[in-house]
């Protein structure tokens, strides 16, 4: 009987907790932030893998692709905080 309680509750627990992050808006002052961080991660990005190229590191192709990755998240949690995500909306 708690196996099956336990097999049901957890689920749907998770899918409440899902639901409530699909619609809670961040304040004012996180979306902002976020809206300003998100403004200049294209430019640092940018900038950073035009230095680590020009110096020659050793790293420089893994370090490029962390920088991309990271300015993709950024812009998807500008989107978010934002309210532009149409995924959630739907």
Do not use: F
């Amino acid at each position: 009987m708690l196996k099956k309680t336990l097999e049901w509750t957890i689920p749907l627990a998770l899918a409440g907790i899902m639901t409530g992050c699909a619609t809670y808006r961040p304040p004012a002052q996180i979306q902002s932030a976020v809206a300003t961080v998100n403004r200049h991660t294209p430019e640092y990005v940018t900038e950073a893998n035009k230095a680590l190229r020009e110096v020659g590191h050793p790293d420089a192709e893994r370090l490029t692709g962390v920088g991309l990755r990271l300015q993709t998240a950024v812009d998807a949690l500008d989107q978010w905080a934002n309210g532009a995500n149409q995924e959630a909306d739907q």
